[in-house]
């Protein structure tokens, strides 16, 4: 079983449509949470920080549940430039951060 | 600001020799951290240094090693290359040890024939 585990997907849907990605994680010592956003042949580009509180940047709304050991990300309204691969990103308090292999998003017209 | 800069961009070497990579980190960021990266899947953490420490270490053959220097820039470096190695390889840079996040360099494309 891989450390960190994401729907690869993909996922299409229309714009405007909300879509929701999961991701579950094995370390129950894991201290950080993160979303990157990775466009094709790019690097990964941060997108959020996850915390037990929510959080919440426009579009977009990340949640932890610790007891769970699973995050979750939620975009509301999406948009064409939405369309990239979703990395769910783990982090232990060895210097280690753990990536999922991402779940791919195609947002249509 | 500059960005994380990773060089060389693009590099092709022959099953057996031995590459070196660099990465300059932000300004300021005292930690740097390489992953490698196959087709299809996420980044695989290899190391993580910070303060020119080595602070963690991902489940990679001693092939592979790094080191960062006093100015925090650090070098990825592998021998015996094997086809297998072939992969983007991505340095990422962060303040402190990656709590924060990190921000990615553009990477090293390798290819081993």
């Known amino acids: 079983r891989k450390e960190v585990e994401q729907d690869p997907g993909p996922f299409n849907v229309p714009e405007g449509a909300t879509v929701a990605f999961n991701c579950t994680y094995s370390?129950?010592?894991?201290?950080?949470f993160f979303w990157y956003r990775q466009d094709c042949r790019k690097e990964p580009k941060l997108l959020m920080s996850?915390?037990?509180s929510g959080n919440e940047d426009g579009r977009f709304t990340a949640q932890l549940n610790r007891a769970s050991q699973y995050i979750s990300l939620l975009i509301r309204d999406s948009k064409l430039s939405d369309s990239a691969t979703y990395l769910c990103v783990v982090g232990d308090n060895a210097g280690k951060s753990t990536f999922g292999d991402g779940t791919t998003l195609t947002v249509k017209p | 600001d500059a960005g994380v800069t990773q060089s060389p961009t693009h590099l092709i070497k022959t099953r057996g020799q031995h590459v070196t990579l660099r990465c300059s980190p932000i300004s300021g960021h005292k930690s740097v951290s390489w992953y490698q990266q196959v087709l299809g899947q996420g980044p695989q953490f290899i190391f993580q240094y910070y303060e020119k420490e080595e602070r963690g270490r991902g489940n990679f053959p001693d092939r592979f090693s790094a080191r960062q220097f006093p100015n925090y820039s650090s070098e990825l470096n592998v021998n015996a290359l094997l086809l297998g190695d072939s992969a983007l390889y991505l340095c990422?840079?962060?303040?402190?040890?990656?709590?924060?996040?990190?921000?990615f360099g553009s990477g090293t494309r390798l290819t081993v024939v």
């Open positions: 370390n129950s010592a894991s201290q950080s």
């Open positions: 996850v915390y037990s």
């Open positions: 990422a840079s962060s303040l402190a040890g990656g709590d924060y996040g990190y921000t």
